[in-house]
């Protein structure tokens, strides 16, 4: 009989390699939000902890036992950019009793492709790309999670909460995306570009959310131009007090999702999430808005069961597409920006030379002084081409605005790189964007 000492090995070596780590973060029980202990060393409280444990928050984020009316969330929350939690908001979706099972996952949806990144979010790496059934072969034992599209065929199963099915919110959702982990994943904390209704399937989530007003005391990385999300450079799970004492003085407010429910976190609002068990979540994401036209709400039936594949999305992932086309703009504030400046320019014709100008500032990195380059004019001539089908020289207003969306959506693939990497080689995206528009994002 094995020595107790040599079993104990032998039991961990065997769950190794039988493909069972013991360091994944299956609990659900963690204790949220923390308790902040005084220290008795002289040290800040909270020091070398986690965030959240350096000062007690507010209180939660606003609840609602049920979705609002569009017009209501409109009106209390979205138009001035205050979080929300909907509790058991999407309890009909047929993805939160079937997609429970990766066994299910794998055989209706196997084939399709995700986008890959490492647990521990790092903004520097690239995304990979690979089979949902490659991913749940491995993810219990890799230190992976997808975040990705949310495919077309997976969004019949996922429901939309009423507050998005009538008026502009409807008109203007720019994608939806798949979170899935075997728990243990956390953030940075960051802001997005985009209005993002997180709704989670299976696990548990907790959420640090934080009003952007304290940017300047949350250490954040240094903003690209135009460039519409970023991140905070503190340790998540060891905030320096001594680096940095301010991070003692910031209010914030907290939340935890259990399956069926929701959050409304506005763009801007810095948040840092944390998720346990196998988790499973869909997000619906739409541009900022600054008004919102309900004339269309009288005659919707809101409260009638409406699952995305029944809305219409901006930007898509089907099998067979070269590229998962996450985090792009939304291209109808790419057609405003054009005809706006025709009408700056009083002209009624949209050029090489006015395209060259909205490259100029939406694009060029302000540490080239605002030169055009070599690489640059053969983006332009890129984009140019895409809308100059005529190859007349010049695109009309009226053209401008009838312009198919999928022509602009041609158009920002080659003014913005795609998130992960393509199926082939693609010339399109292939140059590398020293900074992103202000309505890109990046979705981590």
Sequence with gaps: MLPASLLLVYTFISAWFSGTTLTKDMRMDAVFPPAVVPSDSGLPAG??????????????VKEYAEPLTPLEFWNRHARDYVPLVYRQAITKAPAVVNWQSDEYIREKYGDLDV???????????RPH?????????????EDWYVVSLLPDPMRAEMQVPRSLLCGTFKKNILESNLWLSAGGTKSLLHYDADHNLHC??????????IDSNYEDLLDMDQKRQHSGSSFSHLDMDRVDLLAHPQVAEVPWTWATLLPGDCIFIPAGYFHQVRSYGRSVAATIMWAPLKNFNDSDCAT?????????SDVQLQWTYKKGDKSIDMGFMDVEILRQAFLEIMADRHSTKFTKELLTHYYEFAVVDEEEDGDIGEEDVKVVNKMFGVLDKDKIGY???QELENLDVEVLKDVARILDEPHGPVTENDDVNTRDVKTRDVNTREEL
């Design 300 to 308: 919707a039936d809101i409260d009638a069961y409406t699952s995305l």
């Design 115 to 125: 986008l890959v990144e490492k647990k521990n979010e790092d903004r520097a790496s």
């Design 129 to 141: 790309r690979m089979s949902l059934s490659e991913f749940l072969d491995n993810y219990q034992r």
């Design 47 to 60: 020091h070398l902890l986690p965030l959240g444990c350096q000062r007690q928050p507010d209180g939660p």
């Design 200 to 209: 989670l399937i299976t696990g548990r989530k907790d959420f640090i959310m």
């Design 395 to 397: 695109v009309t207003r």
